[in-house]
């Protein structure tokens, strides 16, 4: 009997020494990828750019006001040149903006956040709606924990559906 529990013994310890040198080796190359493969701030923002994203400095953001204005004018000038070329058109309306949104979901964010980030980003109007919503088709307790890309488009089953993992 004793020499079953000190072969045991023995092999616990020698797959011990084993994981851990695995580990230890393992780490090093990590910590050697890290180290070459960071990217300097304008080599990330030409490796986003050329994946099709914008990128956009602190200083080349403008406020939100100054957006709307801009957008109002530039409505303005639109709908002032759809009056000149023809007249039955007047009652279009403009494009509604479509936003794009990643919405990151962590553990134990609750309901009441995420509809208020959401409201944040303009993807819905009212956060009671989205909260009632989950609530009442038992969704509240089905959030998936992830990054979501959400549109101002979504109604809010849609959304409901992506942030439980039912629209897969």
Do not use: C, W
Request: aromatic fraction near 4%; charge should be negative.
């Amino acid at each position: 009997m004793k020499q079953i529990l000190r072969s045991f013994a023995l092999g616990l310890l020698t797959a011990t020494v084993l994981l851990g040198v695995f580990y230890m080796l393992d780490n090093d190359k990590e910590l050697k990828d890290n180290q070459t493969g960071t990217l300097s701030t304008e080599e990330m923002k030409q490796e986003l750019e050329a994946q099709g994203y914008t990128v956009e400095g602190i200083a080349e953001q403008q406020p939100e006001e100054e957006n709307t204005a801009d957008q109002k004018q530039k409505d303005q000038d639109q709908e002032n040149d759809n009056e000149e070329t023809s007249p039955s058109e007047e009652q279009q309306t403009p494009p509604k903006e479509i936003r794009i949104y990643s919405l990151h979901i962590e553990s134990g964010m609750t309901i009441s956040e995420i509809a208020g980030v959401l409201a944040n980003a303009s993807i819905i109007e009212d956060e009671n709606a989205l909260i009632s919503f989950l609530n009442k088709n038992d969704y509240a307790t089905s959030i998936q924990i992830g990054t979501f890309e959400l549109t101002s488009e979504m109604s809010i089953d849609e959304i409901a559906a992506t942030i439980t993992g039912q629209n897969d």
